[in-house]
């Protein structure tokens, strides 16, 4: 993971800082320094998701969402030795991608005019039984799984490429997450 990202001071610095962890919630923020950084984290959280996991993204428009996104379906479908266009699903709303037995759905709902019309998506199933990416995951509203993975994305003041990203684990399950995001720092 070190190997993607740019030395400490670099342009493509990643930082973490205030990680807690208490019982099975964790909450973390890290400092990415470029594009590149959001991608080698999506490369990183990917090869650990399984059927049952929601990372919902959050952000506004441009703070790096769809590039995590994409990269973490493209760390997934590389590891199966497929390379495919991930196309955002901005006007689909979802695509989904056959993962050798689990299904990954990719979701933006961006356009959603309420919580009610992602139930009309097929998402609470997928939930259950898929790995989710939700971009825009604060539209689901009630919806929410209560297992999930939230990353909030924002740009920071003043650094051209830099994103901060908060990480927030709900539920059990979650117990690799340190050591990734240590390994991300």
């Known amino acids: 993971m070190r190997a993607a990202l740019a030395p400490a001071g670099g342009?493509?610095?990643t930082t973490a800082s205030n990680a807690r962890q208490n019982g099975h919630e964790l909450d973390s923020t890290l400092?990415?320094?470029?594009p590149a950084a959001t991608e080698a984290l999506a490369?990183?959280?990917?090869?650990?998701?399984?059927?049952?996991?929601?990372?919902?993204?959050?952000?506004?428009?441009?703070?790096?969402?769809?590039?995590?996104?994409?990269?973490?379906v493209a760390a997934r479908l590389a590891a199966l030795g497929r390379a495919e266009?991930?196309?955002s699903p901005s006007y689909t709303l979802v695509q989904t991608y056959e993962l050798d037995g689990v299904e990954?759905?990719?979701?933006?709902?961006?356009r959603l005019a309420s919580p009610a019309e992602a139930g009309e998506l097929g998402l609470e199933?997928?939930?259950?039984?898929?790995?989710?990416?939700?971009?825009?995951?604060?539209?689901?509203?009630?919806?929410?799984?209560?297992?999930?993975?939230?990353?909030?994305?924002?740009?920071v003041?003043?650094?051209?490429?830099?994103?901060?990203a908060r990480l927030s684990a709900e539920g059990p399950g979650w117990d690799w997450l340190p050591a990734v995001l240590a390994e991300a720092a």
């Open 85 to 87: 266009d991930i196309p």
């Open 157 to 164: 003041p003043g650094a051209d490429d830099a994103r901060r």
């Open 43 to 72: 490369r990183a959280i990917a090869p650990h998701l399984g059927p049952g996991d929601m990372v919902g993204l959050s952000g506004g428009l441009g703070a790096g969402k769809s590039t995590f996104a994409r990269a973490l």
């Open 31 to 34: 400092t990415l320094g470029s």
């Open 11 to 13: 342009p493509g610095r």
């Open 125 to 155: 199933d997928a939930f259950a039984t898929a790995i989710t990416v939700v971009e825009w995951a604060e539209r689901l509203g009630a919806a929410l799984p209560a297992r999930r993975l939230m990353l909030s994305l924002e740009l």
């Open 104 to 110: 990954l759905w990719h979701a933006d709902l961006y």
